[in-house]
């Protein structure tokens, strides 16, 4: 899309009178910190950043844009890897001034606005010991992890994020504000779980909730020689697990604290524990991952899930630099194993290689009912390159091309939509595979011209 020029002031001035929440410009003294998210690698410079404070403020900025031709982007929590949540020289419609929350308990719903974090909702709905499908961080914005699918703790017992949205309102490209669920325009709810920011900006989201109060969590290291045995150990257990076990494989570097002294800088491999069930039967799920290798390290015990969702946050803090790529995988093949141990000696202390379970619940769904179609995987794999310092960019990258270029040749081809740098539409096809020339016939009737394009773009069909 071409970029029309906004020098009227009279029609800037026009839209900033419009908006309830700021529009801010690159004069302003507050447009450093509006324009920086959470990837400290991007540094994008948009020439209007619209920090919308309700559905109103939505629609004008939408209209704005569209009819400017304004490139735009939707930012909602910020973490988008490759940056599609800003843009240069275009319209940033900015969504983290909308916080509200609202739990419903006769029908055990949570309203969410879409510049939530999950630590918001975690917060709203803990309080009456129900929680949600979400990842693993809670300073991530629920918008951004919810349309890409949303995996997380308690995706083998409850799916996807995306199983667990009942309904969303959502502004369109020609400034309509319409409802999405399974009987209100099912086509384009069907598109939205899964198909990321294509199809409209997402000003509430309705999810289901579940009993979670309680869980039997944390983290367990064994030392990096042990990672073959222990991958291979954990390739034929974490299929056949109770739903109630969540369990992700990991290789990182043992931070500072809260880890004792002696085990500081350790490579190690290990499992990050969710355990859902009963605390009395905690410890015969977890004896078996004991018995395969001796730990370096274990912290595993009753917490409250909210303790867990925040127990990374300040691992990760907003401006560091990240560089991921991801795949989608069915079997841990030896030969993929002997390339994970390979690539085991990770280059920075934060840098690392989850393999986020998605069976179980995942699986009850069908590969046609979701835009999202891998629903016969077992695993969502990640290799995150991350470091403070901006002069470790090239090792962090190089580290995860490497890794992943050689693990690809072992999985089904597609990734979790969220875990896309920009790598072009080939690898958007095989993400949604048979889903694609669906989601493009929808692209079409919803968003014909592309203006929602700044994203994991579907284009419309023909």
Same mark, same amino acid.
């Given at each position: 899309?071409?970029?029309?020029?906004?020098?009227?002031?009279?029609?800037?001035?026009?839209?900033?009178?419009?908006?309830?929440?700021?529009?801010?410009?690159?004069?302003?003294?507050?447009?450093?910190?509006?324009?920086?998210?959470?990837?400290?690698?991007?540094?994008?410079?948009?020439?209007?950043?619209?920090?919308?404070?309700?559905?109103?403020?939505?629609?004008?900025?939408?209209?704005?844009?569209?009819?400017?031709?304004?490139?735009?982007?939707?930012?909602?929590?910020?973490?988008?890897?490759?940056?599609?949540?800003?843009?240069?020289?275009?319209?940033?419609?900015?969504?983290?001034?909308?916080?509200?929350?609202?739990?419903?308990?006769?029908?055990?719903?949570?309203?969410?606005?879409?510049?939530?974090?999950?630590?918001?909702?975690?917060?709203?709905?803990?309080?009456?010991?129900?929680?949600?499908?979400?990842?693993?961080?809670?300073?991530?914005?629920?918008?951004?992890?919810?349309?890409?699918?949303?995996?997380?703790?308690?995706?083998?017992?409850?799916?996807?994020?995306?199983?667990?949205?009942?309904?969303?309102?959502?502004?369109?490209?020609?400034?309509?504000?319409?409802?999405?669920?399974?009987?209100?325009?099912?086509?384009?709810?069907?598109?939205?779980?899964?198909?990321?920011?294509?199809?409209?900006?997402?000003?509430?989201?309705?999810?289901?909730?579940?009993?979670?109060?309680?869980?039997?969590?944390?983290?367990?290291?064994?030392?990096?020689?042990?990672?073959?045995?222990?991958?291979?150990?954990?390739?034929?257990?974490?299929?056949?697990?109770?739903?109630?076990?969540?369990?992700?494989?990991?290789?990182?570097?043992?931070?500072?604290?809260?880890?004792? *002294?002696?085990? $500081?800088?350790?490579? +190690?491999? !290990?499992?990050?524990?969710?355990? @859902?069930?009963? #605390?009395? /039967?905690?410890?015969?799920?977890?004896?078996?991952?004991?018995?395969?290798?001796?730990?370096?390290?274990?912290?595993?015990?009753?917490?409250?899930?909210?303790?867990?969702?925040?127990?990374?946050?300040?691992?990760?803090?907003?401006?560091?630099?990240?560089?991921?790529?991801?795949?989608?995988?069915?079997?841990?093949?030896?030969?993929?194993?002997?390339?994970?141990?390979?690539?085991?000696?990770?280059?920075?202390?934060?840098?690392?290689?989850?393999?986020?379970?998605?069976?179980?619940?995942?699986?009850?769904?069908?590969?046609?009912?979701?835009?999202?179609?891998?629903?016969?995987?077992?695993?969502?794999?990640?290799?995150?390159?991350?470091?403070?310092?901006?002069?470790?960019?090239?090792?962090?990258?190089?580290?995860?091309?490497?890794?992943? *270029?050689?693990? $690809?040749?072992?999985? +089904?081809? !597609?990734?979790?939509?969220?875990? @896309?740098?920009? #790598?072009? /539409?080939?690898?958007?096809?095989?993400?949604?595979?048979?889903?694609?020339?669906?989601?493009?016939?929808?692209?079409?009737?919803?968003?014909?011209?592309?203006?929602?394009?700044?994203?994991?773009?579907?284009?419309?069909?023909?």
């Amino acid at each position: 899309m071409a970029t029309a020029s906004t020098d009227d002031d009279a029609e800037i001035e026009r839209l900033d009178g419009t908006l309830r929440g700021d529009l801010i410009r690159p004069d302003d003294p507050e447009f450093d910190d509006a324009r920086a998210i959470y990837n400290g690698m991007i540094d994008k410079h948009p020439r209007l950043i619209a920090r919308c404070t309700d559905v109103a403020d939505v629609i004008a900025a939408v209209n704005f844009g569209r009819e400017r031709e304004l490139e735009t982007a939707i930012r909602s929590g910020g973490h988008s890897g490759p940056g599609l949540c800003t843009v240069d020289d275009g319209l940033v419609i900015d969504l983290s001034n909308m916080t509200g929350t609202r739990v419903d308990l006769e029908t055990k719903t949570v309203h969410v606005e879409p510049g939530c974090t999950w630590g918001d909702v975690d917060h709203a709905t803990h309080a009456f010991g129900l929680a949600t499908v979400s990842g693993i961080v809670s300073t991530t914005g629920v918008g951004g992890l919810t349309l890409g699918g949303g995996h997380g703790y308690l995706t083998r017992k409850y799916g996807l994020a995306i199983d667990n949205l009942v309904s969303a309102d959502v502004v369109l490209a020609d400034g309509r504000l319409v409802r999405a669920s399974e009987t209100e325009d099912p086509d384009l709810f069907w598109a939205l779980r899964g198909g990321g920011g294509n199809f409209g900006v997402v000003t509430s989201f309705e999810f289901q909730l579940h009993p979670v109060e309680t869980v039997v969590a944390g983290p367990m290291f064994w030392p990096i020689d042990e990672l073959e045995d222990t991958m291979r150990w954990y390739r034929e257990w974490l299929p056949e697990a109770p739903e109630d076990v969540y369990a992700f494989y990991l290789i990182h570097e043992v931070p500072g604290d809260p880890f004792p *002294e002696e085990i $500081h800088g350790e490579n +190690v491999c !290990g499992l990050m524990w969710c355990y @859902l069930g009963p #605390e009395d /039967r905690a410890e015969a799920e977890i004896q078996p991952a004991r018995d395969v290798a001796e730990p370096l390290f274990e912290h595993i015990g009753p917490m409250p899930y909210l303790a867990l969702q925040s127990m990374f946050d300040d691992l990760y803090p907003s401006g560091d630099q990240w560089y991921w790529k991801g795949d989608f995988v069915r079997e841990l093949t030896d030969d993929a194993i002997a390339e994970h141990r390979r690539f085991a000696e990770v280059p920075t202390p934060q840098s690392g290689m989850h393999l986020y379970p998605i069976n179980g619940a995942v699986h009850r769904v069908a590969e046609d009912e979701t835009a999202w179609a891998q629903r016969d995987v077992t695993w969502s794999m990640v290799m995150a390159g991350i470091d403070p310092d901006p002069a470790n960019r090239e090792l962090i990258t190089d580290w995860a091309r490497d890794y992943w *270029e050689a693990v $690809h040749p072992h999985t +089904v081809g !597609g990734s979790y939509v969220n875990f @896309l740098m920009e #790598e072009g /539409r080939d690898r958007i096809q095989a993400t949604y595979g048979d889903n694609y020339e669906r989601l493009q016939e929808i692209k079409a009737k919803y968003d014909p011209d592309n203006f929602f394009h700044v994203n994991q773009n579907i284009e419309p069909a023909p």
